[in-house]
């Protein structure tokens, strides 16, 4: 209980004072999740709906595959990063270990499966509502496709909030391929680690109630600019 | 511009899990008239205007435009027995068959509003499609369906579930469009509309047509006594 | 204007010239110290470099720098190190300084192993009484300088007393703490650990208990990129005398932690 007390007050401190420390690695952790969010969602959303449209013979392998890999450890994850980016590794000479950039490798490969994953749901079950009417109308492959993820906009916000959600609060991958450096590499995530480590409970809990604050303001913002719940249920 | 009619049906077959679901039916469709399917629940009404329409393939026979399908699929709209709303605004939905089509937003648009206008929907068009009463969807459904000015134009059972006042308004804008040169082929249960629109009729049976001939000749004597029962209200097996 | 503009341009060229970076792979002991934040930013000052640390196990911070993703390693554990010159993955092995290891307990002490003489006894008592011990079972300089101390005492480390967390230091101490467990544990993370909780230190000092600390440069023959001329100055600048008194004078709750002991 005092511990949880005396994380409440470090996270209070922290935000009236604005921390140079903290606003860094606030910053830090948003660039790198929202950056690799976006990546994800231009991949995984148009994923998403192409399975939704596309009737193939691999079909269900594929979409068993990517839910199978929704679970994928970050850890693993992280490891297999770092032997790619790893000096010694195949993409050693691009030198990104250690970089904002690893982490964000990390946390696409990461988020990518989740992202399409419920993007498809989604638009599975638009599209056998729309079915009929996009094929009666002579729409192509891409048209369908676009019109699923203008139309199922509502629920891909969900799928890109849940890929957010996991993203930065994710700390296994990117503790590796990013390595934790003050300055550098540091996020929310790897600093709550390190102070959890190091015994600072009220520090390392007044992090994690800013990581919570940022998911809620972030999700409460998005839901606001799409007007969800707001008109109806489309 | 190369007419896509008339459309040709010989020998023309669908096949569900085993089962034969209408044909084998041997048809021509003309470039003008009201032809209007009749005939019990489950005759297969829907499965021969999908058919047509090429949202269904044939496992037997052969359906053929007199153009190119990918041109004819161009030339031809259908508005279906359950409306499809598209999750969008009134006018959004409207605009859509012109913006796959590659129309500039202002374009359609301007032709969305027009379109509007004539079928009495410009007071909801802000107001989300799926929220819409069921007779001003079919409204709705039917605009977005003539607005890329189609050739032929399959509506099944366009005013099923609407009361008096609505079908009157529906049938008024099938009879113009049908007057404006618009080939109709249309599915009701109605009999009276069948009466008012149909220069043919066509009556199903158990997937095959029955019997068909021109309106005036099948509502006044019809030659089969399935058919006159059906007229009669009677149940036909 | 123009000498001013000059002097700008001077001073941008020379802010630019300081700002060189090199990756130094760092224990997790080394960094819970807390020593860092006090060499670090001398380390700048004096000699422009930017030292960005990895914080790993032993065993990582090697692999680390065996692929070259670092410049220069700062561990401890002497077999380890020493294999890891011999194969030529650095140039060199030098000791800066060491601190020591102490065993920390629940302070009613059920092994009592305060009274021991030496190490070895107060392992065994450990070991008799059966009393729950956890170890980091990560293979860090930490967790091998215990496996060495019980090997020492020839005491098998097996049986239900005995928990391997193979995890680091802070999360091995918050785990003995919650279990009331004894636990080996370098002596600076200890005194900054903040979660003690009725446990504290029931037997230090003996000399089988100190804790080399060294510095390895990485072989620059084996990779390009390594940043050798940087590593060097570092290691010029931890054996320095400015290094002897910052590294002498850190205290953690009036404790001097580390004893610097490099060789000029
Ligand atoms: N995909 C399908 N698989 C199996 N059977 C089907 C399929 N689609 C339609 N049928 C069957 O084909 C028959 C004809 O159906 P259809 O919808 O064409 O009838 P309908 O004349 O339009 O009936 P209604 O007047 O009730 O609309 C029905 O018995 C129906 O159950
Ligand atoms: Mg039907």
Redesign the interface.
């Known amino acids: 209980m005092g511990d949880l007390l005396a994380g409440l007050t470090e996270a209070f401190r922290m935000i009236v004072t604005l921390d140079a420390e903290l606003i860094e690695i606030t910053l830090r952790s948003l660039r790198v999740t929202l950056t690799a969010l976006a990546i994800s969602c231009l991949v995984g959303l148009p994923l998403g709906g192409w399975l939704a449209v596309r009737r193939f013979r691999l079909r269900r392998a594929v979409i068993a595959t990517m839910n199978a890999l929704i679970g994928l450890p970050p850890v693993v994850v992280g490891l297999v990063v770092y032997l790619f980016l790893s000096r010694s590794g195949p993409l050693g000479v691009l030198g990104l270990l250690f970089t904002p950039t690893a982490m964000i490798v990390a946390q696409i490969i990461i988020i990518t499966p989740l992202v399409a994953s419920i993007a498809y749901q989604a638009m599975r079950d638009l599209w056998s509502d729309y079915h009929d009417l996009l094929i009666s109308m002579n729409a192509t492959r891409g048209q369908r496709i676009v019109t699923l993820l203008i139309d199922a906009r509502r629920a891909l916000l969900t799928a890109a909030l849940a890929g957010f959600g996991r993203a930065i609060g994710e700390v296994g991958a990117i503790m590796i391929v990013g390595g934790n450096i003050d300055g550098a590499t540091r996020v929310l995530t790897t600093a709550i680690a390190l102070e959890t480590g190091r015994g600072d409970f009220a520090l390392a809990l007044g992090l994690g109630i800013i990581l919570i604050a940022l998911a809620l303001i972030v999700s409460w913002g998005s839901h606001w600019a799409m007007r969800t719940e707001r008109q109806g249920t489309w | 511009m190369v007419a896509a009619l008339p459309l040709t049906l010989t020998g023309a077959t669908l096949r569900r899990q085993g089962k034969t679901l209408i044909g084998p039916v041997d048809l021509t469709l003309g470039r003008i008239g009201v032809t209007v399917v009749i005939g019990p629940n489950g005759s297969g009404k829907t499965s021969l205007l999908r058919m047509m329409h090429g949202l269904q393939r044939t496992a037997d026979g052969h359906v053929g435009w007199s153009v190119a399908d990918a041109i004819a699929r161009e030339r031809q709209a259908y508005v279906f027995q359950r409306p499809i709303a598209l999750r969008r605004s009134v006018l959004a939905n409207l605009m859509f068959p012109l913006r796959l089509r590659g129309a500039s937003r202002a374009q359609a648009e301007a032709r969305a509003r027009a379109i509007a206008d004539r079928f009495d929907l410009t007071a909801m068009l802000a107001q989300p499609a799926p929220s819409l009463s069921g007779g001003e969807m079919q409204r709705l459904a039917l605009a977005r369906a003539l607005i890329t000015e189609p050739e032929i134009l399959f509506a099944d059972e366009p005013c099923a579930a609407l009361d008096g006042r609505a079908t009157r308004q529906i049938e008024a804008l099938l009879a113009g469009t049908a007057a404006a040169g618009t080939r109709l082929v249309m599915a009701t249960h109605d009999m009276g509309q069948a009466r008012r629109l149909a220069s043919d009729v066509i009556f199903l049976l158990h997937g095959r047509i029955h019997e068909t001939g021109p309106a005036k000749t099948f509502f006044a004597a019809p030659a089969t006594p399935e058919a006159e029962a059906f007229l009669n209200g009677d149940i036909v097996e | 204007m123009i000498r001013a503009l000059l002097m700008s341009a001077l001073f941008l060229s020379a802010g630019s010239a300081s700002a060189e970076t090199m ?1 130094l792979a760092v224990t ?1 002991s080394f ?2 110290s807390g020593l860092a934040d006090i060499l670090l930013p001398q380390i700048a000052a004096d000699t422009g470099i930017d030292i ?4 790993v196990g032993t065993g990582q911070a090697l692999r680390l720098g ?4 670092v410049d220069a390693v700062l561990v401890h554990s002497k077999a380890a190190e020493e294999a890891f010159v011999a194969a030529g993955n650095a140039t060199h092995r030098r000791e800066i300084m060491y601190n020591d290891f102490v065993i920390i307990g629940p302070g009613d002490d059920p092994a009592g192993i305060a009274q021991a003489g030496d190490a070895t006894e107060a392992l065994a008592r450990i070991a008799t009484a059966q009393a729950p011990f956890v170890s980091r079972g990560d293979d860090s300089g930490t967790h091998k300088a215990e496996l060495a101390l019980w090997n020492a005492a020839g005491i098998p480390t097996e049986g239900d007393w005995y928990r391997p967390v193979g995890a ?4 091995a ?2 785990t003995a703490v919650g279990m009331g467990a004894y636990v080996l544990s370098d002596r600076a993370s200890w005194l ?5 909780d009725g446990m504290s230190i029931l037997f230090e000092g003996d000399p089988a208990m100190f804790n080399q600390y060294a510095y390895l440069p990485v072989n620059p023959a084996r ?1 390009d ?1 390594i940043k050798a001329g940087a590593a060097a100055r570092l290691e010029d600048w931890l054996v320095s005398e400015r290094a002897e008194v910052l590294i002498n004078g850190y205290r953690v709750a009036d404790e001097q932690l580390f004893t610097f002991n490099a060789e000029r």
Do not use: C, P, Q, S
């Not at chain 3, 960005?52 to 914080?55: F, P, Q």
């Open positions: 990756k997790t960094e819970n960005e640390l990895i914080v065996e692929a070259g993703d680091g230091m802070g999360a101490l918050n900054k650990f903040g979660n003690k990779y990129h």
